[in-house]
Nanobody, 129 residues
Framework: QVQLVESGGGLVQAGGSLRLSCAASARTFRITAMGWFRQAPGKERDFVTAINWNGGNTYYADFVKGRFTISRDSAENTMYLQMNSLKPEDTAVYYC??????????????????????WGQGTQVTVSS
């Protein structure tokens, strides 16, 4: 069983930056990918970004390309999300997710929340205008 703990959320002004962390409590040798999803009030949970845990390939939603960067530290079992040029519309609860799903037939598989079996509790990100 993998437990995920997010940290790093908070309040920031538009144009500012935040860095989220997601620490896995157990060894991640069975994990094939980790990702970030977000959910704003009254909206569905949306894919933000994901990383293939072994190969390091990354995938981004169009609305964060060029602003957000996902990375991982395999030795520390930790994933990061560097968020720059934040906008008020980025305000949401950000969830860390992990999965042992395999094989990945298509890059679009990474976008599906159904492929992820482990979830963190979420961390609030609020961007003021």
């Amino acid at each position: 069983q993998v437990q995920l703990v997010e940290s790093g959320g908070g309040l920031v002004q538009a144009g500012g930056s935040l860095r989220l962390s997601c620490a896995a409590s157990a060894r991640t040798f069975r994990i094939t990918a980790m990702g970030w999803f977000r959910q704003a009030p009254g909206k569905e949970r949306d894919f933000v970004t994901a990383i293939n845990w072994n190969g390091g390939n990354t995938y981004y939603a169009d609305f964060v390309k060029g602003r957000f960067t996902i990375s991982r530290d395999s030795a520390e079992n930790t994933m990061y999300l560097q968020m720059n040029s934040l906008k008020p519309e980025d305000t949401a609860v950000y969830y860390c997710a992990a999965t042992s799903y395999r094989p990945w037939y298509s890059f679009t598989d990474y976008y599906s929340a159904e492929k992820y079996g482990y979830w963190g509790q979420g961390t609030q990100v609020t961007v003021s205008s």
